[in-house]
């Protein structure tokens, strides 16, 4: 991939010893992709790009794991995993993307123990934030993040709270529920995740009216085509005569198809992932998955075009196409995605009623 391959990406990013040696190579990386995105098929550049904020993720949590064992906190008093959610945990962040993260840690054989642990891993999350940032990720807005002690506890923790969102499904345990499907471990024991993500497939499994507290916040977001075929585009402010593509395009696919992984007890948790497993289930047909790569495939893409700008060393972006970049054929291929996006809504509907009808 231009001046590097991913093998030697891997190893330029592994053998840096701290921040300051790191974020210059993200600014490079950062450029070179931006590059490439014209020149790739953006499944393929997404693949690639996510793989090196994997890298990046990972190699920051083992640099703050090796700064408290110099402050002599001493080694993680047992096993752990750091968890991506929101784009990535889909493995589907853009360039710019933002800290969405959590922490969930192995059960304490006893209360010395598990004080211990609580004490360690909010330091932990702490400095991996704080690291974090300095290599130019902010802040999750919503509060998502290893820091906020509600995405950072133990398996048992974790389940309990799992279950109390489950049994009370009001929309903000619906929201968190939706979130929480798309967790997965960066690094560290990715078993505590699976161990957690088969009880949620068990719970729907035996208890599938859930979905239908789930599809109200699943098709919250409106797909951004008016009835007469129009791009409903920004009216005010500096992103006038634009178009929302996060909120607008890759949010209701992502939703929808992610709804329907979890109907399924699909464990992927890339969009292309769980298109890829309802296919190979017989769950949708081949014509009708090819469709839905593709709106995915326009959207990652159109997604990755919008401005950002860096404020206080931080990449960060609107999410919106301004006017100037809605060309004929962006304007055409992004039509495209959001009639695919509006009949994957009416899909996932009539899937989640017929499964409900079925017990």
Partial sequence: MGLHSMEMIRSLIQSAGCIQQLRPLRDQ???????????????????????????????????????????????????????????????????????????????????????????????????????????????????????????????????????????????????????????????????????????????????????????????????????????IKERYGEDAGGVDIKYGAYIPIVNGVRLLGIEAGVRATSTEGRIAALLEAGIVEEEIAHDWLEALSIALKLRSLTPYQIEEGRYSTRGKLPADRLTKERTSELKLCLRIGNDLQKYVKKSVHKEIEQG
């Avoid at 968890?83 to 006893?110: H, K, M, P, V």
């Avoid at 702490?126 to 990720?137: F, T």
């Fill in 29 to 231: 990386l950062h450029e070179e992709f931006e590059k490439r995105l014209l020149l790739s098929h953006s499944l393929d550049w997404n693949r690639e790009l996510n793989q090196v904020h994997d890298l990046m993720i990972s190699r920051v949590a083992r640099m703050a794991e090796e700064s408290l064992e110099q402050e002599d906190e001493g080694a993680a008093p047992v096993p752990y995993a750091l968890c991506l959610f929101g784009s990535g945990g889909r493995g589907e962040q853009t360039l710019w993307s933002d800290q969405d993260n959590g922490l969930i840690y192995e059960d304490s054989a006893n209360q010395e123990l598990a004080d211990r642990a609580a004490t360690y891993f909010t330091l932990l999350s702490e400095r991996i934030s704080s690291m974090l940032q300095e290599l130019g990720y902010p802040l999750c807005s919503g509060g998502v993040i290893c820091t906020n002690d509600r995405w950072r506890k133990s398996w048992s923790e974790y389940r309990s709270m799992l279950y109390e969102w489950l049994q009370v499904p009001n929309w903000e345990h619906m929201r968190y529920l939706l979130i929480l499907a798309d967790m997965r471990a960066v690094y560290g024991n990715s078993g505590l995740v699976t161990r957690l993500m088969q009880e949620l497939t068990s719970y729907v499994d035996k208890q599938p009216i859930i979905l239908e507290h789930l599809l109200h916040n699943t098709l919250h977001h409106k797909i951004s085509l008016g009835v007469f075929g129009q791009l």
